[in-house]
């Protein structure tokens, strides 16, 4: 039982087109007009859609020059002394991602996919630590999550996806110390946008969407978007099928330069069947006596398995300019999660002498066992960010210096509940036995109010100096009740984080720099005492060079890291149901990121990360200096794609790509290896006039291999070779 609850605990913890912006659109048209003797011929003026100066606009091409992720201020990127990726519209066109951990498959520090194709949920590790439940922002605001009350972002209504790699808490609060994904939403045009697109992959899951914007009066004070899409079909695990929907209007008012309002919704369901993970070791790293588990089996039972979830979101962001130096901002967001799952899956193989379960097949038929789970999840969340932003001299200091005020709410009130399923045959699966009703263990109601205060100073001198200074402190209050178990608990803690880079930005591109930093995340739960979990700390100190060349469009980045975690929770060793915080883990390593528009016809992406992850203190000693399970170690990538500029076949582009995951380990004993992996992709795409055709092969050889594993008996697969195919129209 006690490894079932940890199994269930696990669990818990894992599950929660075209942008009108992104083209240089250029009207050259001539005309000839006749003055005496004189022949004049005047241009039409140039015309230019797209700015890569916004901090949040669409980005041209592959690289973006502004953001506002690691500073919350419009920032060149080479001037935020942390590493910054910054994926454009262009990018996530070029690849097709139908899912947010499919975007970040080619950016440096991310492991995307960790569990392979999860219908339910993006997964996202960025310098080897969980970022899924808190390190996801939507427009600078926290997608919080806990548990199952997961947040889903379709990439459709995604202007740009930023990854702010290491501490960010001294700006947003409590969030992974990995670093975190700020995803960025489309806003409204000042121009008119009319785009259409449809798409079908090779397992049948087809897809309709519109991207709809422009002026709403002939002044352009009133401007909007309407970005919706609609999917459904199977997925590469047999049975599995999905419907889902999402609609995202937006509306600003600008009634002059100086002040800008906009108002942001969506609306998102969600039908969807369980797909992948949950699978044994021997069967799919290694071979068992009857070979290995199919990559499309299919764990669940069809008639009792259910995923649906609303989710519905409202907010807006304002800003005013007093003066020259004074701008004022606010960002507000509510969100409502409403998710109802239930279905039995797997957990190793079954021993028919105990009733358990087990790390290989002893049984006839190579059963699995299998536990019975269902939930049902509600969550309301409300943050909000206030920031009094001014831009002066001191003498020969130049500052632009922030002042922030954010609180954030949020409430999840959960039921779980589990029972012993009927186990089901890893080479011959016969579905349809019944199942036994589930027997609740959690029905916990808990609340958070976090209120943070921060200031920000970066100062540019000498001539290229740049120096960021960052101070924060939080206040945090939490209140858990449990009607069943034992999650009674309440929290009032507080923590500083804190912020000190340099850099120096010389005339041929070339930025060097170094930072500190120290930053929180608040921890849910209690220990065996009942007293609720202090907030995680970590340190880190990183060191880097950004290089932004004068001969070719481009960005460079390179960074060395040293990251420690500490008030890490581990299990108790006095009472194993319940965890302490005790632990400690420590992250050093490499990152090297490089984007380029080479030219006009060839963009490139190109994304290195070594590292060496180790537990540093546990209350297991045998894991101490071990590197913790599912964590590869290297991590490659390179993507290069050229379109023809001329000629009979203007507009035909090919794309390609590799990707490389370095082997880790099942267990944090580092006893069972999972092999690493190379995954080839490619892309063929074509443009003639408003039409656009594409085809997108991922893993071209369908290279069968484990994104990882969490224990023996919990490995996931990941994704075999899928080809998509789309079309749009834009006019």
Known sequence: MVTIKRKIRRSRARLLAVSSALALAAATSAHAQSTGDSGVIQLDPLKVTGSNGSPTGPVVGYVAKNTSAGSKTNTPIQEVPQSVSVIGRDELDAHQPQKVDEALRYTAGVQAQPYGVDSRSDWIRIRGFDATQTGIFLDGLPLYQYSFGGFKIEPFTLERIEVLEGPASVLYGGSNPGGLVNLVSKMPTDEPLHYLETGINSWGHGYGAFDFGGPVDASGVWSYRLTGKLSGGGYETDHAQSLTG???????????????????????????????????????????????????????????????????????????????????????????????????????????????????????????YRVGFSQHTIVNTFSADNQAEARFDTGALAHTLLFGLDYKYYNIDQVQASSTATPISASNPVYGASQSSNVPYLDQNYTMHQLGAYVQDQVKFGGGWIATLNGRYDRVWSNSTDKIGSANFSGDTGAFSGRAGLAYEFANGLTPYIAISRSFNPQIGSDAEGQAFKPEFARQYEAGIKYKPAFFDGLITASYFDLTRTNVLTTDPDNTLFQKQIGQVRSRGVEVQGKAN??????????????????????????????????????????????????????????????????????????????????????????????????????????????????????????????TLKASYKW
């Not at 600008?254 to 800008?260: E, F, L, V």
């Not at 609303?310 to 901002?329: L, P, S, T, V």
């Not at 509510?334 to 379960?357: A, I, K, R």
């Not at 390179?638 to 995951?661: E, P």
């Open 598 to 723: 080479v030219t006009e016809a060839l963009k490139v992406t190109a994304a290195f990360t070594a590292y060496h992850i180790q537990t540093v203190k546990d209350s297991d000693p045998t894991v101490v200096g071990k590197r913790p399970d599912g964590t590869p170690e290297v991590l490659s990538s390179l993507w290069a794609d050229y379109t023809l500029q001329s000629g009979v076949l203007k507009g035909l582009g090919f794309g390609a790509g590799v990707r490389y995951q370095g082997s880790s380990y099942a267990d944090n004993q580092n006893t069972l290896k999972v092999p690493s992996a190379t995954l080839f992709d490619a892309g063929i795409h074509y443009t003639y006039d408003k039409w656009n055709v594409a085809l997108n092969v991922n893993n071209i050889f369908n290279r069968r291999y484990v994104a990882s594993c969490d224990t023996a008996y919990d490995c996931s697969y990941g994704e075999g070779r899928v080809a």
């Open 246 to 368: 999402v609609i995202a209007p937006a509306v600003t008012y600008k009634p002059n330069d100086d002040t800008r309002l906009t108002v942001l919704g969506q609306y998102q369901h969600d039908d969807l069947d369980h797909t992948g993970g949950f699978l044994p070791y021997v069967g799919t790293v290694v071979r068992a006596p009857f070979g290995y588990i199919s990559r499309s089996f299919y764990y669940d039972e069809p008639a009792a398995d259910t995923y649906n979830r609303d989710q519905a979101m409202i907010g807006y962001q304002f800003e005013h300019r007093f003066n020259d130096i004074w701008k004022f901002r606010q960002n507000v967001r509510y969100s409502y999660v409403n998710v109802d799952e239930s279905g039995p899956y797997t957990y190793g193989y079954l021993d028919p002498t105990t009733g358990y379960p087990t790390s290989t097949p002893t049984a006839p038929d190579n059963l699995l």
